[in-house]
């Protein structure tokens, strides 16, 4: 009984963590970025290119994600500019890669496009090694 009340509490705090719901036709947007002009323990955003953004979009939603080390660098809600492209910034609320020397970690970044009501209207994504391999 203690089991199944613990998986519904944390059934309710992801739902209410997360970014509202997914609107079941949300469109897959493609992601690409670079290391580049990123020193190891940077804060913020890589700069980055997204691509098929619906019209509707008023937010973006970033997250990173380090695959090998297991640990969340955070999430940042920006308003949506109307352009595929966002800047590398240094401010931004994200912990930048800070892998141990000679161990590369991975990482993904995740973009998700948000209507006027929060609801996911497009997701796209792309993992990167860092530092990456010249």
Same mark, same amino acid.
């Given at each position: 009984?203690?089991?199944?009340?613990?998986? &519904?509490? *944390?059934?309710? *705090?992801?739902?209410?963590?997360?970014?509202? %719901?997914?609107?079941?036709?949300?469109?897959?947007?493609?992601?690409?970025? !670079?290391?580049?002009?990123?020193?190891?323990?940077?804060?913020?955003? +890589?700069?980055?290119? &997204?691509?098929?953004? +619906?019209? /509707?979009?008023?937010?973006?939603?970033?997250?990173?994600?380090?695959?090998?080390?297991?640990?969340?660098?955070? %999430?940042?809600?920006?308003?949506?500019?109307?352009?595929?492209? &966002?800047?590398?910034?240094?401010?931004? %609320?994200? !912990?930048? +890669?800070?892998?141990?020397? /000679?161990?590369?970690?991975?990482?993904?970044? !995740?973009?998700?496009?948000?209507?006027? /009501?929060?609801?996911?209207?497009?997701?796209?994504?792309?993992?990167?090694?860092?530092?990456?391999?010249?």
């Amino acid at each position: 009984m203690k089991k199944l009340i613990s998986l &519904i509490l *944390i059934s309710i *705090i992801f739902s209410l963590l997360g970014c509202g %719901e997914k609107d079941s036709n949300a469109v897959a947007l493609s992601v690409d970025f !670079t290391w580049e002009d990123y020193a190891n323990c940077d804060r913020g955003l +890589p700069q980055m290119s &997204i691509g098929g953004i +619906p019209e /509707n979009t008023k937010f973006l939603k970033v997250s990173m994600y380090d695959h090998k080390f297991g640990f969340d660098h955070g %999430e940042v809600k920006m308003v949506y500019e109307g352009s595929g492209i &966002i800047f590398r910034d240094k401010s931004a %609320e994200i !912990t930048g +890669p800070c892998p141990p020397p /000679n161990d590369p970690g991975r990482y993904k970044i !995740t973009i998700k496009a948000l209507d006027e /009501n929060d609801i996911v209207i497009g997701i796209g994504s792309k993992e990167r090694s860092f530092p990456e391999k010249k």
